[in-house]
């Protein structure tokens, strides 16, 4: 159950943004490791290769991307043990480590979906070419205005005040780019992805996700899920059906999902590579604990404190 909106204590959920190579080693002989071996059964792809050993370039493919993050995520919170969670919120492919934290999604049922997910959002992405730029320091009517002024840019991602994502095709973020000063854009920085994530250009990806979630359980679960579309909890269900479609062409409200839920003792607590997602909580909730695990040491260290 949920408890007191002023105490409450929500698991975060990384995106494939938040990769880098490597990330795996630290869990190469961790008990919790199994579930690499486990994802990698289900998938039949060696998990255990992209999280140790795969190149950068071979790690960015967006298939392989979505798949690590979720096998790392899915390592990570198995370490910790949290069972005193109140709510999970995930960003874009987060959102289904969140669903299989809070036990909406069984681990096969996950991983079918991350897979089949990856693998129509690449081809999506080369059927129509984009990508994201992150947008530093703009408010939000200044990007209003700007994006006017592009046929096919969109805001992917809501992540924190003075941080907005923008997806559109190659040729609308090389004009954006261009232009950026004349805009009145303090700072553009393109991102290492595979395409124009949480736009139209994806919209080629519906039908290939839309069968693999028909193929899926989704329990009840022991937690709600806040949802990227919507920023509003929801228990588990055949709902969630809807909204994982909504997801792949619609903006990942993460301020909004964390803003509405501002309390003095929060405790935000991120479960997977990175680190990214708790200092995006810092920029729109100063007052937040935020706990970052990513490695075996951050999972012991929480543990002793905890116990």
Do not use: C
């Amino acid at each position: 159950m949920v408890r007191n909106r002023a105490d409450l204590r929500i698991a975060l959920f990384p995106g494939q943004g938040s990769l880098k190579p490597g990330m795996g080693l630290n869990w190469a002989d961790h008990p919790s490791a199994e579930l690499f071996d486990q994802i990698a059964n289900v998938a039949d792809v060696d998990v255990r290769f992209l999280v140790e050993q795969a190149p950068l370039e071979t790690l960015v493919r967006t298939d392989n991307a979505q798949l690590a993050t979720f096998a790392l995520s899915a390592v990570v919170a198995h370490a910790a043990q949290l069972d005193d969670v109140d709510l999970a919120i995930g960003h874009s492919l987060g959102e289904y480590s969140a669903l299989y934290f809070a036990g909406i999604l069984g681990l096969a049922d996950a991983t079918k979906l991350v897979r089949a997910r990856g693998q129509a959002m690449a081809q999506a992405s080369l059927d129509h070419p984009g990508g994201l730029v992150a947008v530093l320091g703009a408010d939000s009517d200044q990007l209003a205005a700007v994006i006017q002024q592009f046929p096919t840019l969109m805001i992917a991602n809501q992540n924190a005040p003075g941080q907005t994502v923008l997806a559109g095709s190659s040729h609308d973020l090389e004009a954006l780019r261009a232009t950026s000063k004349e805009l009145g854009l303090k700072r553009v920085v393109p991102l290492d992805v595979g395409g124009a994530f949480h736009s139209p250009l994806m919209a080629s990806a519906h039908d290939s996700l839309d069968l693999a979630l028909a193929d899926t359980t989704f329990e009840e679960g022991r937690m709600p899920v806040i949802a990227n579309v919507d920023a509003q909890r929801h228990e588990g269900g055949n709902q969630w059906r809807t909204l994982l479609l909504r997801q792949l062409t619609s903006t990942v409200r993460f301020q909004d999902s964390v803003a509405q839920l501002q309390g003095s003792s929060n405790t935000f607590i991120e479960l997977g590579p990175g680190g990214v997602l708790t200092g995006l909580v810092k920029r729109i909730d100063a007052e937040a604990t935020l706990i970052s695990l990513a490695t075996p040491d951050d999972v012991d260290l929480y543990r002793k404190e905890r116990s």
